[in-house]
């Protein structure tokens, strides 16, 4: 396989998000359709709760794609 494009790296996305953006920004590291990760999601949370462990794993270990700080950033006048 040839490819020319750099693949995009894992991060949560900030303009494609439903809750915390964990699903659109794996979603375009994939290179697929942000809804088939939700529905994926869905099944596994529904079958066997794995879902939603790989979920906040994913909520607390992988960065958000604006390059800030993670966490609360404070106020600015």
Do not use: C, E, Q
């Not at 869905?42 to 794609?65: C, E, K, N, R, T």
């Amino acid at each position: 396989m040839n490819t020319t494009s750099s693949p995009t790296p894992l991060t949560r996305s900030t303009t494609d998000r439903k809750i915390s953006g964990v699903a659109g920004g794996l979603a375009a590291h994939l290179g697929i359709d942000p809804v088939l990760v939700r529905v994926g999601f869905a099944v596994s949370i529904l079958f066997s709760g794995a879902g939603l462990l790989a979920y906040l794993a994913m909520l607390a270990l992988v960065p958000a794609d604006d390059a800030g700080p993670a966490g609360l950033h404070p106020a600015t006048a």
